[in-house]
């Protein structure tokens, strides 16, 4: 009796032990906008300086084949807050745009979507997106934030809605109002030559149109370019805003400052929570054109705006590093740093300064699917349970922090929808890495066409990729589509391929020459085991509602967001603090 007295005691002490030794991590999770893999020093740059994303690898895991699961900020985060390919949720574009542009778009992350966030939120997380979002925000009127992270799980959210671009920063030049213009240029003169002809002919009493008719045409003409011209005015208060959480707290947004300000507020929300489990995205606005960084590294990197803007951004890793650190949340605390994608290559300014980040020895960038669009640096660090300096080189995606983090919190996965990540700790945790994942398959898309499938076979080291097409770079010969400035998916923009191109990355990582049935005698085996793999999938994508259709793309006045002053609507205002540091 005693015995089992005593047995009960010792079962009692050790699952209490258990429960203590295993509190609910925390997550942070930093997401940098268009950081290449050859950027960062732990992927081999020498003359770049992040130490701190460095610190990372140093005491975690590094990724050598983490891959994006859409070479392009929308398709690529949706993919990454959901767990699933960006087709599932019909974040992937038919059309050219493959991306939301305005906020007051209807488009975004639908609300039948579950995000991580929501999932943990569920669990008692505290969750926080700080920084960029890009997954659209209202749907009918400019008050139902359907889209708006606080209705994805997200209890707090402080940052700028759609995305930062060359138009919101005055001197930058300008990437979209120049498509813009070169887009409505043409129907513009269409409009003006027919316009001139009809007043011509009826001058001539060739043609008989009513008067008021006439007077009327006239004004729809003047109307619809005089709505363009407002409407490229005025781009950027409309569409460069801060947000906290659903109200404006600087419209239009501004630069001074602004890694600072974020940085101290993720710093903030750690604080707040340290007590309680936490989820933090932290996604940075850096290096996405328009470049910023302030006083104290503008000018100071070996590879001008860009640099400046990358290490600014290192910086702010190591800002919430040290928070960690100093509220010793360190070893219970899940960190995890990547890109939405790979270096945006054709990002050069008319007089030729470089403002895109590097790919390392990969071909391509953001845009296409080439390595240097999808692979990007992955990078957990989590000591006491990930072994420090271990590197993975097996296929792994942006979509496996959906279920690593749910798991891990506690959370069931979601039973109704397919879920294509795959829980990372399995991979991570083994006490030798195996080289291969979960992922015997991943799919590659380009907005809404299957682009390109990746094959790990389970019994070997080859890691096959075939092409069903490839982008048509321009001018010829270039690493990139430099006269669109990034490449397009479908239409006269690609040669499809048939056969198919065929890669065996592990010994051809740059995919410079493509495999043969010469050169490989599986050839066409591979190929059928490839295109069966895609068949497979194909009939696990559902026919959704397009959120990047044209309807759901355009500009739509009820949807816009302004910022009334005491003189009114102004759309211009700031509660923001600039002040680096300043009084609480
Ligand atoms: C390091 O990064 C800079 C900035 O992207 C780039 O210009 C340079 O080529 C990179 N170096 C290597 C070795 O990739
Ligand atoms: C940015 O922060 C610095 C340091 O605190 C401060 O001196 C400066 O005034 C701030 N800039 C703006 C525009 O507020």
Redesign the pocket.
Known sequence: MKILLLLLLLLLFLSQAESQAAPKPNFVLIMADDLGIGDPGCYGNKTLRTPNIDRLAKEGVKLTQHLAASPLCTPSRAAFMTGRYPIRSGMASQYRTGVFLFLASSGGLPESEVTFARLLKNQGYETALIGKWHLGTHCRNNSDFCHHPSSHGFDYFHGIPVTNLRDCKPGQGSVFTSAIRLLVFVPLQVIAIALLTLAALRRLGLLHVPGPVFVCLLCLAAGILGALLGFLHYFRPLNCLLLQNRHISQQPLSY??LT?RLTEDAAAFIRRNAGTPFLLVFSCLQVHTALFA?KDFAGKSQHGAYGDAAEEMDWSVGQILNVLEELRLTNNTLVYFSSDQGAHVEEVTTRGDIHGGSNGIYKGGKGNNWEGGVRVPGLLRWPGVLEAGLEVHAPTSNMDIFPTVVTLAGAALPQDRVIDGRDLMPLLRSPSPPSHSEHEFLFHYCNFYLNAVRWHPRNSSSIWKVFLFTPNFTPEGANGCFLTHVCFCHGRFVTRHEPPLLFDLSKDPRESSPVTPSTEPRFWEILEVMQRAADRHARTVQEVPNQLSLQNLLWKPWLQMCCSSASGLSCQCDQEK????GSP
């Open positions: 001074d400052n600072q302030s600039q002040d680096r540091g």
